[in-house]
């Protein structure tokens, strides 16, 4: 219920989701553990945001000086941009002496904290200082280009219609990340080689592989989903290219042997591993399955990229939709058409024990680092 609640959110391009302070702190903890200068004498853009109900703003500002940013710089979209109708704005908008009844529906806001405006001794969220953008706050905007462009790192929950773009818009101008997207933008053509060439990699992510979101579409949050007045998305995970520890720590695997004498999963223990027809490679379908020993190459399921140590294995590339074709999959022979009707060339397939031609899920591909 939940992710089809999520696609018609992003249907009606009104997917904004607002995180859980929790996740952030959890996530940008793991950077601080291996860099604890990771934020020194940087300026982060917290573009995509909502600086009055954002718990990426609230957590910057608070933690402001602790991390020695140099500057903390936070957008919004316009309300009218967001297609929400039941509205009003904020006590502490209207009371504000900046306050304007017009720009407040059509216009972004930006929220800049880089000094000790009160006067009380520290920097945190009480000195956050606030104005009309001049436009809607479109991230693809000249306006937001050029806050983009002044920043050393961009943190946000983009909107998920718009994940593409936004990746394209941060690789174009060459800065640091970190943001949430759903594990199938790893398929992306636009995504996907930046993770071949390591370029940019999963985060520690959100325990249990999904987490909850505060959702401005008022339908998904229901108590159905697990947490009052929240929606439950899973396969979310943090895209960085940002270094943490558990990135470098090598899978525990057991032997191809020892896999099929004593694995957990039925698909292999007392069994031989497939191999697929049309491509070089054996089917992996669990993570924690992987033959440790064997060199050929193996397909393996997109939750890979959740342990991928660099230093481990190599990634040669996906085969989802029609990308196989590239990697120099066989076409499959016309006459299977007949058992299995989904077939179609650049998708790996193998024969079951009944003869019949099945697709896996989607695979990335891998192997062992030489």
């Known amino acids: ?16 989701f607002y995180t859980q ?91 800049v904290l880089d000094h000790d405006a009160n006067a009380n001794g520290r920097i945190d969220i009480n000195d956050l200082q606030w104005s009309y953008l001049e436009g809607d706050g479109d991230f693809r905007s000249d306006e937001v280009k050029a806050l983009r462009d002044e920043s050393d790192i961009i943190i946000t929950n983009p909107p998920f219609s718009l994940f593409r773009e936004f990746v394209a818009w941060i690789m174009e101008a060459n800065k640091q990340f970190v943001i949430i997207g759903h594990q199938n933008a790893v398929s992306y053509k636009e995504v996907f080689p930046l993770i071949k060439d390591n370029l940019i990699w999963f985060g520690v992510g959100f325990k249990g592989g999904a987490t909850h ?83 050929g190459i193996m397909g393996v399921p997109k939750s890979f990229l959740d342990k991928y140590c660099p230093e481990q294995f190599e990634i040669v590339g996906i085969a989802e939709g029609d990308s196989g074709k590239a990697l120099g999959l066989k076409p499959y022979p016309r006459v299977l058409k007949k058992l299995n009707p989904s077939l179609r060339d650049g998708q790996l397939y193998y024969i079951d024990d009944e003869g019949i031609p099945q697709k896996p899920y989607a695979r990335i591909l891998i192997r062992k680092k030489q």
């Not at 991390?67 to 006590?91: C, M, N």
């Open 1 to 16: 219920m939940a992710n089809t609640n999520l696609a018609n959110a992003k249907t009606a391009k009104n997917d904004e």
């Open 213 to 295: 979101f505060i959702s401005s579409y008022q339908d998904i949050a229901t108590a159905g989903n697990h947490i009052e007045g929240m929606i439950r998305v899973s396969g979310v995970v943090w895209f960085t290219n940002i270094d943490h520890g558990r990135r470098h720590e090598p899978l525990p695997l057991m032997t191809m042997e020892d896999n099929i004498l004593y694995s957990k999963h039925k698909e292999i223990r007392g069994k031989s591993y497939i191999h697929y027809e049309n491509y070089d490679a054996i089917d992996v379908p669990y993570t924690d399955a992987i033959p440790i020993d064997y060199e």
């Open 21 to 111: 302070y929790y996740d952030i702190q959890t996530e940008i903890n793991a950077y601080l553990e291996y860099n604890p200068n990771v934020f020194r004498g940087k300026t982060v853009l917290l573009p995509c945001d909502d600086p009055e109900w954002s718990n990426f703003t609230k957590f910057f500002a608070q933690n402001f000086e602790t991390f020695g940013l140099k500057k903390l710089i936070s957008t919004s979209y316009a309300v009218e941009s967001k297609r929400i109708t039941d509205w009003q704005p904020t006590l502490f908008e209207t009371e504000s002496p900046y306050f304007d009844v017009d720009k407040t529906r059509t216009h972004g806001k930006i929220y």
